[in-house]
């Protein structure tokens, strides 16, 4: 066995984490740049978007979040809150068709206390499960095993979303 696992995509986290309150919000920022392959963006409807998760914790891990930017789900009014609750629901039915997984997590993580990496602006994650992948190595090595590029997991959604 090892002594080393290697993953070196987590130093742009690492290097990045500290600095999304100081200098923006990708959010924000992302859908503002019209890039939507390189900054992942799959959808974008009129109050949200959605987002592939450059930092998955499995194949296929999605982001819906507002274009407005609030931390608070009190400041999203009806028609944001229920143009995120359809998009949540597309994403489920998105990555059941790309990847049939056997289950779901599906959640919101309000403020640093709560577990959110950038508390700043709400965000849902939709995270595609399978049955007897326990992935260990997350707790034992502090490491994820991503079986798919972050560009083939998005090209296979994309696929999806267009129909193709």
Request: hydrophobic share 40%; net charge negative.
């Amino acid at each position: 066995m090892a002594d080393q696992l290697w993953a070196p995509w987590r130093f742009d986290y690492i290097k990045s984490a500290d600095k999304t309150n100081s200098q923006g919000c990708i959010f924000v920022d992302l859908p503002a740049q019209n890039n939507d392959r390189e900054n992942l963006i799959l959808f974008r409807g009129e109050h949200a978007f959605v987002i592939l998760n450059r930092f998955p914790y499995t194949s296929g891990h999605l982001m819906v979040a507002p274009y407005k930017h609030t931390a608070e789900m009190s400041e999203l009014d009806d028609a944001e809150l229920l143009e995120i609750n359809q998009l949540v629901r597309n994403c489920l039915k998105w990555i059941k068709e790309a990847f049939q997984p056997d289950g779901f997590n599906v959640g919101i993580n309000l403020g640093s206390a709560g577990g959110a990496g950038i508390p700043s602006h709400i965000h849902w994650h939709i995270v595609p499960r399978w049955n007897g992948d326990t992935n260990f190595v997350t707790s034992v090595g502090n490491v994820r095993v991503i079986p798919q590029s972050l560009e083939a997991s998005y090209d296979l959604l994309r696929n999806v979303v267009d129909g193709k």
